[in-house]
Structures are given as C-alpha cells and as structure tokens.
C-alpha cells in the first residue's frame, strides 16, 4: 500500500515532443506528490508537486496531471528538449511529517 | 533558495575503514534531514530520518551500527559508513526539510567506493 508505481522504464522522444510519464498509488493518505530530475552522477532536484485538491499545475513546459478517484498522476513534459535527457521520479508522502515514496524512475531520452 | 551541500562529492577508501559524509543546508535550517542511497539505474532508499537534537529513525533492514547519523544542528547531518565493505559502494543522498512542510531538498550526492 505504501508502494508508488512508475511507468515507463524508459522513454524515447523526438526534439519538440510531448513526454509522458505515469504513476499510480494506493495509500489515500498521500496528499503530497512531487517530481524530481535527476542527471547522472547529481543528486535529485524538484521539478513540480501537487496537492490533491487540483486536477492540474503547471510550471513552463512542466505540468502535473493529478486523478484523485483513479489514484493516478502524470507528468507532461512539453516541448521536450535533448536538455530534458535525464531520469525523472514521482513521489508521494503523507502527513506533513512523513517521508517520501519514490516511484521506480524514468530515463528519459530526448532525441535531437 | 533552498540549496543543500554534501561533501565529499566522492571518495575512495580501503574495506575496513570509516567515511564520515557531511550534509549542510545552506540557506534554510531544516528540522529533519533524511539519508539514501542509490544503486546504479534504480530509484532512491530511505535509509534513515534524522530530526535535530534526536536519534535517528532506520528503515527496516538499515544497519544503525553499521550507519551511524548525527544531527547536532539544524544545519548540519553526518552520516559515516563504519567498517566500509565493498558492498557498502553506492551513492549517498541527503535531503533537507524545513519543519511543517513537505519539500525535500536533496544534497549533490556522495560516491564511496570502497576497495
């Protein structure tokens, strides 16, 4: 119940196109989802977060789609760019207090 | 704003030997500072939460004698690796948490490469 399922593995986008990523969850005690990118060798930085009293937030080219009923959200990277190439992870924790449950990651790979 | 350090951003040490790694906030004092690890292609492990002034809380199947953390301040947590092994190579996170709210802020990260 506590686990944060991502998907895909591994993406491939041409330059210019839209990038998709999934995750769903269980614990309906989650009221706190971020996203974060990380490139090799760095550590993890915060891209986007939502709460779960919106559908929808987006931030430049970044935008998180958020089902409360489905217990799904998504990241939409528009405008995708080589400079996106990177591995991406959604999140979820509870309670202010609790700690972060990290999806599986996505590598994604923008091809010029 | 919420910029968080690690250092060293790597290091080398012999099997049998202790690395203490350093986590600092820089611009924000952070009330919990949290500790993973991560192998090559996989996501993030929680290894421990650590609140300022207290022991630190260790995931099922963390070794605390094994990782010892300290948070002396708000701005500052240690982690040493004791007794390192070659299996204990992997690459260490910090993240930092301003008290009451969720955002974590994670450091650079530290690569130990035990020999």
């Known amino acids: 119940q506590q686990q944060v399922k991502q998907s895909p593995q591994s993406l491939i986008v041409q330059k210019g196109g839209i990038s998709i990523i999934n995750c769903a969850y269980e614990?309906?005690?989650?009221?706190?989802f971020p996203w974060y990118q990380q490139f090799p060798g760095k550590g993890p930085a915060l891209l986007i977060a939502?709460?779960?009293?919106?559908s929808e937030k987006k931030e430049g080219r970044f935008t998180i789609s958020f089902n409360k009923s489905a217990k799904q959200f998504s990241l939409h990277i528009m405008d995708s760019q080589p400079g996106d190439s990177a591995t991406y992870f959604c999140?979820?924790?509870?309670?202010?207090?609790?700690?972060?449950?990290f999806g599986q990651g996505t590598e994604l790979s923008v091809k010029p | 704003g919420a910029v968080v350090s690690q250092h060293p951003s790597w290091v080398i040490c012999k099997s049998g030997t202790s690395v203490k790694i350093e986590c600092r906030s820089l611009?924000?004092?952070?009330?919990?500072m949290f500790w993973y690890r991560q192998f090559p292609k996989q996501s993030l492990m929680l290894m421990a939460t650590?609140?300022?002034?207290?022991?630190?809380?260790?995931e099922q199947g963390v070794e605390k004698d094994k990782f010892l953390i300290n948070h002396a301040s708000l701005t500052l947590s240690t982690l040493t690796v004791t007794s390192a092994h070659p299996e204990d190579s992997s690459f260490y996170i910090c993240?930092?948490?301003?008290?009451?709210?969720?955002?974590?802020?994670f450091g650079p990260g530290t690569r130990l490469t035990v020999l």
């Open positions: 993240s930092a948490r301003l008290g009451g709210l969720h955002t974590q802020y």
């Open positions: 614990n309906t005690a989650f009221d706190y």
């Open positions: 939502i709460r779960p009293d919106v």
């Open positions: 999140a979820a924790s509870a309670n202010q207090g609790g700690k972060l449950i």
């Open positions: 611009d924000f004092q952070a009330t919990t």
């Open positions: 650590s609140n300022e002034g207290s022991k630190a809380t260790y």
